[in-house]
């Protein structure tokens, strides 16, 4: 018997530190996939916004004809928009009102995101860029990421999570603080989120 108490004391004394590894090791995890999506940024790689997406369905016939952009139109439109918003000079009220009507319009669905939650995205996106500029290459890749949001309706769960963890890293290799650039990617999950409220 003391045998037994003796093996499950020291059982339970060794299991204890394992406990804590758990949620470290989900970190560390986490951590590492950020580093990785930095890379694939700063090397190049094709985002994931660019894989094959089904195209939106198009509006009811019998409501009037909004203006209708191709999708590459739209990323112009976005990058313009980005590029717009020069370092150390916060973006103007027009720069922001130009920037909420370019994403109306690139949003081709049914459903659109409200405008207070696309309000919330081009403020804080708009106060990241006037602290740290990004680069032409990451200027059309943020806009692509963007675009492929507004338009996720079909997408895929993992290739819409993709595509959100591509935006922090697109502003994590610009230089925006970790935080920052997280708050940033969640606004635009939730921007994503409400266009996609007709897939789940």
């Given at each position: 018997?003391?045998?037994?108490?003796?093996?499950?004391?020291?059982?339970?004394?060794?299991?204890?530190?394992?406990?804590?590894?758990?949620?470290?090791?989900?970190?560390?995890?986490r951590r590492?996939?950020?580093?990785?999506?930095?890379?694939?940024?700063?090397?190049?790689?094709?985002?994931?916004?660019?894989?094959?997406?089904?195209?939106?369905?198009?509006?009811?016939?019998?409501?009037?004809?909004?203006?209708?952009?191709?999708?590459?139109?739209?990323?112009?439109?976005?990058?313009?928009?980005?590029?717009?918003?020069?370092?150390?000079?916060?973006?103007?009220?027009?720069?922001?009102?130009?920037?909420?009507?370019?994403?109306?319009?690139?949003?081709?669905?049914?459903?659109?995101?409200?405008?207070?939650?696309?309000?919330?995205?081009?403020?804080?996106?708009?106060?990241?860029?006037?602290?740290?500029?990004?680069?032409?290459?990451?200027?059309?890749?943020?806009?692509?990421?963007?675009?492929?949001?507004?338009?996720?309706v079909a997408?895929?769960?993992?290739?819409?999570?993709?595509?959100?963890?591509?935006?922090?890293?697109?502003?994590?290799?610009?230089?925006?603080?970790?935080?920052?650039?997280?708050?940033?990617?969640?606004?635009?999950?939730?921007?994503?989120?409400?266009?996609?409220?007709?897939?789940?």
């Amino acid at each position: 018997m003391k045998l037994f108490i003796t093996t499950a004391s020291v059982i339970a004394l060794c299991a204890l530190p394992a406990f804590g590894q758990g949620a470290q090791a989900d970190q560390i995890k986490r951590r590492a996939k950020e580093l990785s999506n930095q890379n694939n940024v700063r090397q190049g790689v094709t985002p994931p916004s660019q894989a094959a997406a089904k195209p939106a369905t198009p509006a009811a016939a019998n409501t009037p004809a909004p203006v209708v952009v191709t999708a590459q139109q739209a990323v112009a439109r976005i990058q313009a928009d980005i590029a717009a918003v020069k370092l150390g000079t916060p973006a103007t009220s027009e720069q922001k009102t130009q920037f909420l009507k370019d994403i109306g319009v690139a949003s081709r669905g049914a459903i659109k995101p409200s405008l207070p939650t696309v309000t919330k995205f081009v403020n804080e996106l708009t106060a990241a860029l006037a602290e740290k500029a990004l680069g032409a290459s990451e200027q059309a890749r943020l806009a692509q990421d963007i675009e492929a949001v507004l338009n996720s309706v079909a997408m895929p769960l993992t290739q819409f999570d993709a595509v959100i963890a591509d935006v922090q890293a697109i502003l994590q290799v610009g230089d925006v603080k970790r935080t920052v650039a997280a708050a940033i990617a969640n606004d635009l999950r939730t921007v994503g989120q409400e266009v996609r409220r007709t897939a789940r």
